[in-house]
């Protein structure tokens, strides 16, 4: 399963990027190539929440979301594509390493690059928005 990590460091503190990290109405701010995030319905078989994807806005995609406020981490996983993203904060010289995880299945394996390239703007933005909000 093709697989990368990336980091980022940023000058606010974990709490700070918390707020912005585990709130999926906050996604769209700041995750690349997400328009609009919805509360899911698990009764009906979706996801905790569904993602709409830019310029697709009649393609919803359920997700399954976690997230541990103690482990200052937020993992989510497509129901549509198997993507899984883990999301993970650590204190560091009084600010914030920023870390993701992110599986794709080896059927998905194409779109490796462009995966890469949104979360490096994702990473960005999130730095951007924790700075601004001190």
Known sequence: MPA??????????????W????????FPDWWAG?????????????????FYPDGYPDFPMPQ?????????MVRISCLVSD???EWRLAERDGGTLIT??????????????????AIAASLANLQRLAVSAR
Do not use: M, N
């Open 34 to 50: 997400i328009e609009a995030v919805e509360p899911g319905d698990r009764k009906g078989g979706d996801g905790d929440i569904t």
């Open 83 to 85: 993507l899984r993203f």
């Open 100 to 117: 993701v995880d992110v599986e794709i299945p080896e059927e998905e394996s194409h779109r490796l690059a462009a995966k890469r390239e």
């Open 19 to 26: 707020k912005l990290l585990y709130d999926p109405s906050r």
């Open 64 to 72: 399954q979301l976690a997230t541990s406020s103690d482990e200052r």
């Open 4 to 17: 990368f990590a990336a980091t980022a460091e940023v000058a606010a503190p974990p709490e700070e990027v």
